[in-house]
DNA sequence: ACAGGCGTCACAACGGTAGT
DNA sequence: ACTACCGTTGTGACGCCTGT
């Protein structure tokens, strides 16, 4: 149950103001509402009961119809177990080749076997990236420098992707070819070689500071090369969503330091919105210069002012473990804002 | 080198069933 | 009747693999 508003005591009389008789109005709402309550989850129980009887039950046939013939004695729970399941067309379906989903991802993983069909790589046709980048928001710069923060490095500067933007993948790739690896520290650098993770707190153009895993992938060739990229993961589709990321948006991610143990931050700006192109070049940066970043959005997202926050739109269960991270790393609210 | 595809794994939700 | 446990399925996340 729930907590009492003052919505519950509409219409209700309390004789006076008197403590006594505003706890006794309050024991009664709370009596009448705990009543409803009990009688919904008992009718919700036996509605229940009557779905659960109703699947238990073998799935029966008109003798005339249709679907009655091949239908025997022995698949008749797989029937029953079929009208179980509602059909949204991912459920499982047993007994076919037509439907049974791991009839056709066991044909599928022998994938050396079976070649892929070939894949249409659609070319992004891209405008060209501004150059020189543009320089740090004034904004941004000013937050880093009120943080006692140094070491501004840009990290890259990129246009997403169609897959950066997929909530499956939940990433940014960073290819080497694309960076600047200066931003880190040689004992960072190392660490990401053992595929060891890290976690930097992020700030995010809608001036929320979130968390963020930075982990580099080694791709392994048959030649035995392997080519590498960074990604930034785990909360890159909160990120993306929280600041109207799409594909082909041209995005900054810079690099600072933080603190005496000069913890490595990040921080996205964005260079220019599809949207805000005229067709042929990117749109006008702002009046300093620098990437439009977030003061031009700011109104749009509906998230003003310039100080960033640590709060995120994710889970609680997320929240929760955001929080143990940050603990755990010391970053909290107080030592991200000014 | 890079982007994108796809296999695998972990986890949550839900249903079934055995035990009390 | 209720509870606890187990199995099944769907979904999301991760990271390897492959085509361009």
């Known amino acids: 149950m729930g907590y009492l508003t003052m919505k519950d005591f509409k219409g209700m009389q309390i004789p006076s103001s008197c403590p006594m008789d505003y706890l006794t109005a309050v024991a009664e709402v709370a009596t009448i509402q705990y009543e409803e309550e009990k009688s919904k989850e008992s009718h919700s129980k036996q509605e229940r009961l009557i779905k659960e009887k109703i699947l238990k039950k073998p799935m029966t046939m008109p003798t005339d119809s249709p679907w009655k013939q091949g239908f025997d004695e022995e698949n008749s729970m797989v029937s029953a177990f079929q009208a179980q399941r509602p059909k949204n067309g991912l459920k499982r379906i047993y007994g076919s080749e037509e439907g049974d989903i791991d009839f056709k991802i066991n044909q599928k993983k022998s994938k050396y076997n079976n070649k892929k069909p070939i894949r249409s790589m659609q ?200 929080q143990c991270r940050e603990y755990k790393h010391g970053i909290n609210s107080s030592a991200l804002s000014p």
């Not at 909530?167 to 290819?175: A, M, V």
């Not at 992020?202 to 090369?225: A, C, N």
């Not at 589709?237 to 594909?247: G, R, S, Y």
């Not at 100080?307 to 739109?313: G, H, N, R, S």
């Open 123 to 322: 070319k992004l046709d891209l405008p060209p990236f501004p150059n020189p980048p543009p320089d740090m928001p004034e904004e941004v710069k000013n937050h880093i420098k009120g943080i006692d923060g140094s070491e501004v490095f840009m990290v890259i500067q990129k246009s997403l992707t169609a897959t950066d933007l997929k909530p499956n993948h939940s990433r940014l790739s960073i290819p080497f070819g694309k960076i600047n690896r200066g931003f880190l520290k040689e004992r960072e650098r190392d660490l990401l070689d053992q595929q060891i993770s890290l976690e930097v707190p992020f700030y995010e153009p809608s001036h929320k500071v979130s968390s963020m895993i930075l982990r580099q992938w080694d791709m392994g060739k048959d030649s035995g090369k392997s080519s590498s990229m960074y990604a930034l993961r785990t909360y890159w589709n909160a990120v993306a969503k929280e600041n109207d990321l799409k594909a082909e948006d041209v995005i900054q991610v810079w690099s600072f330091r933080v603190g005496d143990e000069q913890k490595l931050c990040l921080a996205l700006v964005v260079v220019s919105r599809v949207r805000d192109l005229d067709g042929h070049g990117w749109s006008k940066m702002s009046d300093n210069e620098g990437a439009s970043s977030s003061l031009g959005r700011e109104k749009e997202l509906g998230c003003g002012g310039s100080k960033w926050t640590v709060e995120d739109t994710s889970t609680s269960k997320e929240r929760e473990n955001i």
